[in-house]
């Protein structure tokens, strides 16, 4: 079974660009997460999608992150303009709807780095 | 507010056995996870508590007590692969599916 993806591994953009991270959950898992890490912090929670919608989106940092999971497959984390601040290791996890295992498979993370 | 505190490393000699704790002041507390996770990979699960009492599974165990706010990662025989992050996270009442982590204990095993 193919874990969760995720692309790109690194992005270097500078700041005021664009990034659209890409998430890919385990094949019929419904539940999709974003976490963030800044170096020296713990992760964070950014949102939590439940097949193409919105559960809880209580850890977005604000207006410039926009996440979108159209037919409840993918998901997409784009960062729009980027600041010096949302630099960070971007995680994204999956898990089964609500009665299966509460546990959540992580992928290996985007490293984004705004110069 | 939430808070979790791990201790940040910890070191340890091969085939010995290493207790991580953490502690936990949360609002409406859920359960309980613990996460390893190798540097440049992605976390990997461990174990999940909810209830108090002890949990083993293979060299790994870990213990939960919902009255004391505590929980710790117990591991015994440890291997150089052991070497590792471990993740303490918790979910609360209202959304059990958003993890809220600690720091996180860096563990490195001597030969």
């Known amino acids: 079974e193919a874990g969760v993806t995720q692309f790109p591994s690194h992005s270097v953009i500078e700041k005021g660009q664009t990034v659209t991270l890409r998430c890919d959950p385990i094949s019929g898992h419904d539940n999709l997460y974003w976490y963030r890490r800044v170096m020296g912090k713990e992760i964070k929670f950014l949102l939590h999608?439940?097949?193409?919608?919105?559960?809880?989106e209580s850890g977005m940092p604000n207006n410039r992150f926009l996440a979108e999971r159209t037919g409840g497959t993918y998901s997409t984390l784009k960062v729009q303009p980027a600041e010096l601040e949302d630099s960070g290791v971007y995680f994204c996890?999956?898990?089964?709807?609500?009665?299966?295992?509460?546990?959540?498979?992580f992928g290996p993370g985007t490293r984004l780095t705004v110069l | 507010g939430q808070n979790i505190d791990q201790p940040t490393e910890m070191t340890a000699t091969e085939g010995a056995i290493v207790q991580i704790n953490c502690t936990y002041q949360?609002?409406?507390?859920?359960?309980l996870f613990w996460y390893q996770q190798h540097a440049g990979e992605a976390p990997t699960f461990l174990s999940y508590n909810v209830l108090d009492g002890l949990e083993e599974k293979g060299r790994f165990s870990s213990f939960l007590s919902r009255s004391k706010g505590y929980s710790y990662l117990l591991l015994k025989e440890l291997q150089m692969k052991d070497s590792a992050s471990y993740l303490c996270a918790v979910t609360v009442a209202g959304n059990n599916r958003k993890l809220i982590w600690g720091l996180g204990t860096s563990l490195a095993v001597n030969p």
């Open positions: 996890a999956s898990s089964q709807l609500a009665g299966g295992s509460l546990e959540q498979f």
């Open positions: 949360t609002s409406g507390f859920n359960g």
């Open positions: 999608f439940v097949k193409e919608s919105k559960q809880d």
